[in-house]
């Protein structure tokens, strides 16, 4: 199974430009998951909600000028890097490992 810089790599090889919106190379949003269920089989494309969002360099900027803290941002931060960090020993131990095993420093 290819990666996602091997897929953009062969992307941009093939002459494919990033999407106007700059979410990935086709602007779309898809899932994928080994669990019973949607997304079980593959690829599968979700739906994004409308709206415009902010992106996140320009979030950050605003607060940078405001002197505020995007607070939520960073609990989703330390959270995303939990669930890498417990990704990468479970593939090295070859058995799920729990969030909650991990310490929080």
Known sequence: MDG??????RGRQA???RSSSGDGPDGKLYVRSNLPGPGSTGWELQDIP???YPKAFTKWVAHIQSGTTASENVVLG???SAAIEAAYRSAANGAVM???SL???
């Open 15 to 17: 002459g494919s430009h």
């Open 103 to 105: 310490a929080q420093d």
């Open 4 to 9: 996602i810089g091997e897929l953009i790599a």
């Open 50 to 52: 409308a709206g415009s």
């Open 78 to 80: 330390v959270e995303l």
């Open 98 to 100: 729990p969030l909650d």
